[in-house]
């Protein structure tokens, strides 16, 4: 009974997690008639694969998804290595203030995105990099989420390795680079998952920011099927299933590590 129950259990939640992503694909599939109608339907009559091609073509989604690309895998790979770095000095090197400093990028994770719209933006406007890569970039560079993590993670390491590369004459940049990555691959992995989704899905700041087309990102493409007479809800369900479709692909591959990287990080 107690198998019976913790199985319902889940099957109610897997339904609930599903349940979007079936009706997103269920309305990306039907004709525009049946998206809004008195009685919702979970099949679509006739099946309108059109829609796929059709949303393709309303925006420039080939330049939307080499943006979003590009700027999540400069983000990603920036985040990872100053990252790292950051993680590692708290984790392994001792000097001064290193507690207190470590305890108010802490403090930092409690403050809403929200609030640091409009500091960010006012930097990057004094920078001059409106409507630029680097005004979309920088701000976001460095996540203190991952040094968390890679702290927590290089902590639980043997010290017995850090002590044997010192006696080898490595510098803590190559004890890093050389000997703790290799063996730390779960929690780069896993880092590296969170900071590319949390990009690929940015949506507010590229607003804010830019004024140009050409460096819209695949969430912001998605509002051109939102207009003053409307939504194409068929259309847009359309696009946001091969938008989550990168994203997927990502996830899966890395699932393995992103589950060993939590569980060996300490958090809970």
Not at 141 to 157: A, D, H, K, N
């Amino acid at each position: 009974m107690r198998k019976a129950f913790i199985y319902f259990a889940l099957l109610v939640v897997t339904v609930f997690v599903l349940g979007p992503f079936i009706w997103m694909l269920s309305t990306s599939l039907k004709p525009s008639g049946e998206v809004l109608t008195a009685t919702p339907t979970l099949w679509p009559h006739p099946v309108e694969w059109s829609n796929y091609a059709a949303a393709w073509k309303s925006a420039p989604f080939a330049r939307y998804f080499l943006n979003s690309l590009f700027i999540s895998g400069v983000e990603t790979l920036f985040d990872l290595t100053l990252g790292a770095m950051a993680a590692y000095a708290f984790a392994r090197i001792e000097f001064a203030g290193k507690r207190p400093l470590f305890l108010a990028l802490l403090a930092t994770l409690m403050v809403p995105g929200e609030l640091l719209l409009i500091p960010n933006y006012i930097t990057i406007a004094k920078l001059h990099w409106m409507s630029t890569y680097q005004g979309i970039i920088v701000p976001w560079l460095v996540s203190v989420f991952t040094i968390f993590l890679m702290r927590q993670f290089f902590l639980s390491m043997p010290g017995e390795i850090f002590e044997a590369a010192e006696l080898d004459g490595l510098d803590p940049v190559r004890t890093l680079f050389q000997i703790v990555m290799p063996l730390t691959k779960p929690v780069w992995i896993t880092a590296g998952l969170i900071k590319f989704i949390g990009s690929w899905n940015s949506f507010l700041w590229v607003v804010v920011v830019s004024n140009s087309q050409s460096l819209d990102t695949v969430p912001v493409g998605l509002m051109n099927f939102t207009s003053d007479v409307g939504t194409e809800y068929n259309q847009l369900m359309a696009a946001a299933t091969f938008c989550m479709v990168p994203l997927a692909i990502v996830f899966l591959i890395g699932q393995r590590y992103f589950i060993e990287g939590i569980a060996r990080s300490g958090i809970r």
